[in-house]
């Protein structure tokens, strides 16, 4: 744990991640057991096309929700020490005979993040129209018609992204109440669903001798939505019946402060500031964006739908650990660092606590990033020779003999980078102002054409297939750590608190056990590398490397 986390809020924040990070190992054991059972029953080219759903998906989730999720935990967190909303008497709140707000700091902040949440729907439903109209005019019709029920798979992702997004409302009063308990029960159902929908339409399919194509995937994508809606509801409407707040838009303006406090909120419903900040941060959301998913983006491009299927198994169990472990650590960090260093932006007169806080942010933050440093340093030394190993055991040797396992192989060098740049940037969103978002845009605008260069060269130039997408991946992943260690330096020096990069970087002793350690494991399996491997040799292989990795640990 994070050190001198003793307020209310930051341990709830740690809990809150602890039960996340368990949320996440068990969901996505069973998404990883389904998965496997799935692998059975598709060919590469339609987990290619199942890959480009995903993004479509995830793509209208993104674009509709994610600068409003930051600018309204910001929202939730700098309202308790301004005058801004309404009223800090602590009281309930209650709505007059106009349906206006006339509440509590507390209840007014829930309400006016519940009002800006139904922008994300409205945002989403424009942009899912658009961007399905792109995505099906870019495929090819030999590709429409070589996947079965291609079209209606599309729609159905389409539904299944409004119906997730219809949830926002509920959500956003979780995440600012740090309920994470509901979270976790909300995401729990709806993965287990959505697995039991994919897995049962899929083998349904194939014992009755129907061409389902992708169409399991979108089943099981709108089960999901579903399911989170209904969960969320039932605990986002009784909360609002206790707390006296309402889960669909309502005025905020205090009756009788309407004329001079018309300028703090847009039509009445929506807080300026929270609006202005997510509006800001809407350009740098889409290049974030397409950094993030601008690897499938590339090799849809550049690759056919084969290769497309082999970079998305590749990338599906490479990222596995950023999705169980960094993804929750990641969102409660920006959550703790949003809470600790909320006195900062405002006016405190406690300079002693605001400079107390910061130097607590530097500790932690260098602590966490020197944990994930010592994390990488054995994942880069044991999981480039594993990985395919791994591959093999789990998916078979006909996804092991198509080149996923040498793509896994480089997932071992991007995902400590990944690591490392998701802690950087949640503190650097929790801190940074309306000009700084600005700037930081521009910047990862200017990196996201070096990510296209870098993959335009390994792909289509150096013919590096999936490989040379993972490499580009990593020239971006670096550009984006040294733009996030400058701003943090400089950050913490106008504070007046030391922040020191090299106390973060491994020992002369853990880099050369590293070494030591990936020479050995590689000469351990090297021997049996020539001939395929079956499973109990392959297991065999992996305690070697086991046992090599245990004495490295406790050097590290």
């Known amino acids: ?196 929908v994919t897995l049962g339409s899929a083998v349904w399919a194939s014992r009755n001798g129907l061409q389902f194509g992708v169409l399991p995937f979108a089943l099981g994508q709108a089960t999901y939505g579903l399911a989170l809606l209904a969960v969320y509801a039932w605990y986002g409407l009784g909360l609002a019946q206790r707390e006296k707040f309402s889960l669909l838009p309502v005025r905020l303006v205090d009756s009788q402060k309407a004329q001079s406090r018309s300028e703090d909120y847009v039509m009445s419903y929506f807080y300026r500031p929270t609006l202005q900040l997510a509006s800001s941060m809407m350009a740098q959301s889409l290049v974030k964006h397409v950094l993030t998913q601008g690897d499938t983006l590339l090799v849809s491009v550049l690759s056919t739908a084969e290769a497309q299927g082999v970079y998305a198994l590749a990338n599906n169990y490479g990222g596995l650990v950023a999705r169980l472990l960094l993804q929750p650590i990641e969102e409660s960090s920006r959550s703790y660092f949003s809470r600790l260093l909320s006195l900062t932006s405002g006016d405190a007169k406690d300079k002693q606590t605001e400079k107390t806080a910061v130097r607590r942010a530097s500790a932690d933050l260098q602590s966490l990033l020197k944990v994930y440093v010592l994390m990488g340093l054995v994942v880069i030394s044991i999981g480039p020779t594993a990985a395919p190993l791994l591959l093999a055991l789990v998916a078979g040797p006909k996804w092991a003999g198509s080149g996923a396992g040498t793509c896994l192989s480089a997932f071992a060098w991007y995902v400590p980078l990944l690591a490392v740049n998701g802690v950087a940037e949640a503190f650097v969103a929790s801190v940074t102002s309306e000009a700084q978002v600005h700037k930081q845009s521009a910047w990862m605008g200017a990196f996201s054409l070096v990510f296209a260069a870098a993959g335009y060269i390994f792909l289509q130039v150096l013919d590096m297939g999936a490989v040379g997408l993972v490499i580009a991946n990593c020239i971006n992943m670096l550009c984006r750590i040294t733009w996030c260690a400058l701003f943090i330096t400089q950050y913490f020096r106008k504070q007046g608190v030391p922040f020191e990069l090299d106390r973060m970087l491994p020992g002369p002793l853990a880099v050369l056990a590293g070494v030591v350690t990936s020479q050995a494991v590689r000469r351990a399996v090297a021997a049996a590398a020539e001939d395929p491997l079956g499973p109990r040799q392959i297991v065999i292989q992996l305690a070697k490397i086991a046992a090599v990795t245990v004495p490295f640990l406790a050097a590290v």
């Open 1 to 196: 744990p994070l050190s001198a986390m003793s307020d209310p809020g930051s341990s709830r924040a740690v809990r809150g991640a602890s039960l996340l990070i368990l949320l996440q190992v068990g969901s996505r054991a069973l998404t990883f057991t389904a998965n496997q059972i799935l692998l059975r029953f598709m060919t590469a080219s339609l987990l290619g096309v199942s890959a480009q759903l995903e993004v479509y998906y995830l793509s209208v989730l993104f674009f509709a929700r994610e600068s409003l999720r930051v600018a309204i935990q910001r929202q939730g967190n700098e309202s308790k020490n301004d005058a801004d909303l309404p009223d800090s008497s602590g009281s309930k709140g209650e709505k007059n005979t106009d349906g206006i707000v006339t509440t509590s700091t507390t209840a007014a902040t829930t309400q006016a993040a519940v009002n800006i949440s139904y922008l994300a729907i409205m945002l989403g439903a424009a942009v899912a129209l658009v961007l399905g109209i792109l995505y099906i005019s870019s495929v090819s019709g030999s590709d429409i018609s070589s996947t079965p029920r291609f079209i209606l798979s599309v729609y159905l992702y389409a539904v299944a992204a409004m119906v997730e997004l219809l949830s926002e409302p509920a959500f956003v009063v979780m995440q600012i109440r740090l309920q994470f308990g509901v979270r976790a029960t909300a995401e729990a159902i709806a993965t287990f669903l959505r697995c039991f």
